[in-house]
Antibody
């Protein structure tokens, strides 16, 4: 299993960014996919997840209405579109694979390496 | 939202010693929906335990998870040098939000 996250950059407050996560080594369309972030020096924060077919999507309150998650099961990619970015959105963003195929299997058995988002003027 | 409180914040131990990390939930968790992760600087987090007590693939048996309801424990029976890291608990299930504890740093 391999997850490769990309797209992190320095962006001004109010700006937009799209993160990508390329998946390989497993049946991508069987599993929910998640995004988790970490502000340097602080803890982990779950951001969003999308079920195997995109039928259910969830967001943390801190990003609801500003971030959008989607996936392309033909290309084995998950995306996080981020808008109206704030300085407090800065940090490492990890994509992560759900641990099992059941709806409740939302632990993370594989993680990407993280991509750094910096929101600053 | 379920809040997870981890204690202690920092655990200072020596290689060979036993580590006991606590994770307390603000309400009872359904069906032992609790996981533990190890996180080292510059690396992605690593799954250790899921379902409160199931070791993930490739995790040494010195790591064990226990607990139920709202109180959970991660035990490292004998610390190896590579075990010094930050450890997080996470609760999950069908209904978000998913939440992490604030972490316990295990240091030499």
């Amino acid at each position: 299993v391999q997850l490769v996250a990309s797209g992190g950059a320095v962006v001004q407050p109010g700006g937009s960014l799209r993160l990508s996560c390329a998946a390989s080594g497993f049946r991508f369309d069987d599993y929910a996919m998640h995004w988790v972030r970490q502000v340097p020096g602080k803890g982990l924060e779950w951001v969003s997840f999308i079920t195997w077919n995109g039928g259910n999507i969830y967001y943390a309150d801190s990003v609801e209405g500003r971030f959008s998650i989607f996936r392309d099961n033909t290309k084995n990619f998950t995306y996080l579109q981020m808008r109206s970015l704030r300085p407090e959105d800065s940090g490492f963003y990890y994509c992560a694979k759900a641990g099992g195929i059941a709806a409740a299997d939302n632990w993370f058995d594989h993680w990407g390496q993280g991509t750094l988002v910096t929101v600053s003027s | 939202e379920i809040v997870l409180t981890q204690s202690p914040g920092t655990l200072s131990l020596s290689p060979g010693e036993r580590a006991s990390l606590s994770c307390r939930a603000s309400q009872r968790l359904d069906s032992h929906f609790l996981a533990w992760y190890q996180h080292k600087p510059g690396q992605a987090p690593r799954l250790l335990i899921y379902g409160a007590s199931n070791r993930a693939t490739g995790i040494p048996d010195r790591f064990s998870g226990s607990g139920s309801g709202a109180d959970f424990t991660l035990t490292i029976s004998r610390l190896e040098p590579e075990d010094f890291a930050v450890y997080y608990c996470q609760q999950y299930g069908v209904s978000p939000p998913l939440t992490f504890g604030g972490g316990t740093k295990v240091e030499i």
